[in-house]
C-alpha cells in the first residue's frame, strides 16, 4: 500500500508509544475513520444506496487514508500528532484535499515545464507518457480516489520512483522528467542522437530512458577530466576508466562517482540542489552496471563510442 | 471490513435495526404482520450473513425497514410467510445490487422488485429471482456499456479532431 497510509500508521503507533495516545484513543480514531468512510460512501452514491461493495468500501477507504496522510505529512512529525488529536477526520480530510488541489496545480505548471523541455528526440513512449500525464489531469478524481493513479505512465526514469502514487507520484515523477529534459537540453541534439543510436539503434520504438545513456558517459567523461561536451567515449578513454575503477570496490566507486557527478554539473551550470543529488542519484545507480561489464569485459556497452 | 469494525461499533447497529424493526410493527400492524423479538433478531443476523455472501458493506441501519414499508401491503404476503419473505428478499435485494452494478438508487431497485413480486411474479421469490430482475439488470448492464460506447466513439472522436 501506499507511503501515505503506512504515513498515517506511523503517526499514531509513534503517538501511542510516546503516550501521547492511549489505546482508546487509537480505537476512537478508528470508529471516527468508519464514520467518514460511511459519510464518503453516502456522498459518492449521492445519499441514494444504504450499501456498498466491500471492493469500493476498501477503495473509498485508502483514498480517505492517503489523503490524510498526505496533509500530516506536510504537518511533520509532532505536529501531526497533535492534529490527529485535536481535530475531527473529516477536517483533517478536508485540509488534505486541499492539499491535493495545490499539488494538482502544481503538477499542471510541471506538465508545461516538461512540454516546453522536451528533447528534440523521438521516442514512441515518451510521447504516449506526455499524453498520458495529460490525461492524468482529467482522469483524477482527488474527492474520492486519491490514491490511484489513473494513467498508463511507461516511460522509464533514470531514477524510478518505487513508493509514491497519486498526484504525489506524479508531481515527483515530472520533476524528474524536467530536470532529466533539462540535462539533455545542455548537450547538442546530434551528438545525443548519434549516441542513443549507437546504445539502441530503435532507440525512437523502444522503452528506453533518453537520458541514462548521455550522463553515464558524461559521467565517464568527467572521471577523466574529458570534454563532456562530446559525449563520446573513445577505447582510449574507456581503457582509462577501466584502470580507475578496477581496484576500487564498489561502494569506493559510488563515492568517486558521486564526486564525478558533481563535477558534471559544475560544467553543465546544474546548480540546485535537487538537481545536483538526482544526477548523483543516477551516477550511484551506474556503479553496478559499470562493474558487472567491467568484470564481463564489455564496459563498451555502457561507456558508448559513436 | 469485517475486522475494522469495533465491537461496539457493530453492536450498535445491530441495537439502531432491531429498534428500527419494533417500530414497523406499528404500521404492519393493519395488515396483520408482526414481528415477534426472535424474529427480529434472526433477520438481523441474516442481514449480516447476507452481506457478507454478497461482499458488500453496509453503514446505515439498512434496508429492512424500506423493504417492509414497500412490501407490507402485497398481497402475497401473510402473517405466517412474513419473516422468511422479508429475508428472501433482503438476500435478493444485495445480490441484485450487485448484478445491477449499484446502477439502480435503493429506492428503485426496491420499486422494480414490489412491481415483479406484486404484478409478473405474483408472490414467486424464484421466478422473482431467475428472472425478471435478472432481465432488468442485464438491460440496466447492456444501458450502461453502450453508455461507454458512446463515450468511448466520442472520445475518439474528439482525439481526431
Redesign the interface.
Known sequence: MSNQKAHLYQVSASALSSGLMTPDDAALLQQRLLDLLGNTAARYRFFESSSITTELAQELLSSIIYTIGLYLKKCGMPEAVRQLKSMTLSDLHRLGIKEIEEQILMGKRLLDQVKLSAPEITNRSYRDTLRELGAFFLRYDHLYFSHETPSAIEYPLCNPISELNGIEFICEYLRRLVFENEFLRRFDAERVKSLLYKYCADYSTLLINLCEPVAVNALGLALINGNIAALTIKPKDRAQIEDILRNRTESETVLVFEKVADAVCDITGISAYTEQAYLQSIAASAVPRLKAALKAGNLENVLITF | ?EG???ID?SGLLKQQTADELRQCNAFTGVYGLQLSEKQIQSLIEKRFEA?RST?????????LKKLIAEFCDSPFITQENYEELICDLQDSF?YF??ESM?LF???ELIAHMKYFFDYICRGDMDYLNGTSLEALCRGKRNELESDVCEQNESEVFIEEL
Open positions: 471490513m475494522l469494525l469495533p461499533f452481506l461482499g458488500r458493506v453496509e453503514f446505515g441501519q439498512g434496508i444485495y445490487k450487485n449499484d438508487s435503493d429506492d
